[in-house]
């Protein structure tokens, strides 16, 4: 079996350099061909009209074929160029419109920083009024002071300063001032809210509609008898008018009391107290607790009193103090 093998393999070697061999001869004698005929000389002639001395010269077709593939590369070097350059043109032009297109949007963005820009330098003497308002304090500048920025990214944009634009900076400076009048705003909203809520539980509106014939304080006395302390304030009405609590609360008394007349007491969170005296007749009785607006009595003449008026009362610590301050946004 190995010898039939090696029998075969020594064929086939012989076999593949014979026709290798046969192979080059051709390929030789091709190429020799080749390089006759390219060595054929050519003969140019230039003959003028005037028959002077007729001009003429030999050239081999290898240089004229050089020439032939010189001049094809050179023209389609050239296509391809003018081709490129028409597209390249063509890009430039889309380029430049679009170019002009951002240039416009960037000055109409320019614009509209600028302008929220001078509208928020406005609105900050609004804040700071009422941030002072608010918190009771003078020192307005700190509220434009964040130590929560972000100093890192900031100074990572100062890096860029000479190719980014100026309305970056602007914006950035618009968020941190947003950012402070946000923080402010909610300050004011927290003391709103704590406000409120002391508003609704404290002496706020008006007892009865009528109006005022008798202030808080000092006056000259009705009855005829020199100066006397007035330690309310008298609303006029006619009689039979409703009187409503001007905060929730707990009724203290209701009834009779001397010179008050027909008079009800109501206590109230922190200390306030209110009385309503010279009622007509009372519409509560005492430990009912009472809210805002409800009517507990109603106006009319009773006690030492001159015409028909409840005598509005407000006291805290059980001492009198004006009533005016608390209800005279209602006026």
């Known amino acids: 079996m190995k010898i039939k093998m090696k029998q075969y393999h020594g064929r086939f070697r012989l076999k593949f350099f014979e026709n290798y061999y046969i192979f080059r001869k051709r390929l030789g004698k091709l190429w020799d061909r080749f390089v006759e005929k390219g060595h054929e000389k050519m003969t140019v002639m230039f003959i003028p009209h005037n028959e002077r001395k007729i001009f003429n010269f030999q050239i081999s077709k290898f240089t004229v074929t050089f020439f032939m593939l010189l001049f094809m ?19 430039e032009q889309r380029l430049l419109m679009t ?22 330098e406005e609105m ?34 100062r890096k860029l300063q000479h190719i980014l634009p100026e309305e970056i900076y602007t ?9 402070c009048t946000t923080n402010t705003i909610k300050t004011v909203k927290n003391f709103v809210d704590v406000r409120s809520k002391v508003v609704r539980d404290t002496p706020s509106i008006v007892s009865n509609p009528g109006h005022i014939t008798s202030l808080f304080g000092w006056r000259r006395s009705p009855f005829g008898h ?11 009405a006619p009689p039979g008018t409703q009187i409503r609590a001007t905060a929730p609360g707990t009724v203290v008394s209701a009834g009779w009391s001397g010179g008050y007349g027909w008079m009800i007491r109501i ?25 805002k607006g409800e009517v507990v009595g109603f106006v009319g003449q009773t006690g030492n009193a ?22 005279s946004r209602i006026w």
């Not at 590369?73 to 890009?91: D, F, G, M, N, P």
């Not at 001159?306 to 209800?327: A, F, V």
């Open 124 to 157: 900050k003497p609004e804040v700071e009024e009422l941030y002072e308002l608010t918190a009771g304090s003078e020192d307005v500048t700190r509220i434009w002071d964040l130590e929560d920025m972000d100093s890192k990214d900031f100074e990572e944009l």
């Open 99 to 120: 170019y002009e297109d951002i240039r416009s949007h960037l000055l109409r963005f320019e614009q509209l920083t600028n302008t929220i820009s001078e509208q928020v």
């Open 171 to 179: 914006i950035k400076d618009l968020q941190k001032d947003i950012l």
């Open 73 to 91: 590369v050179v023209l389609v070097t050239s296509s391809y160029a003018v081709i490129r350059h028409a597209a390249v043109k063509r890009e």
């Open 306 to 327: 001159t015409g028909n008026h409840c005598h509005y009362e407000i006291r805290l610590g059980n001492i009198p103090i004006n009533p005016y301050p608390y209800m």
């Open 226 to 236: 020199g100066r006397d302390f007035h330690s309310g304030i008298d609303i006029a």
């Open 267 to 291: 206590q109230h969170k922190y200390g306030f107290e209110t009385l309503y005296g010279h009622c007509q007749r009372v519409n509560v009785n005492a430990g009912q607790v009472v809210r």
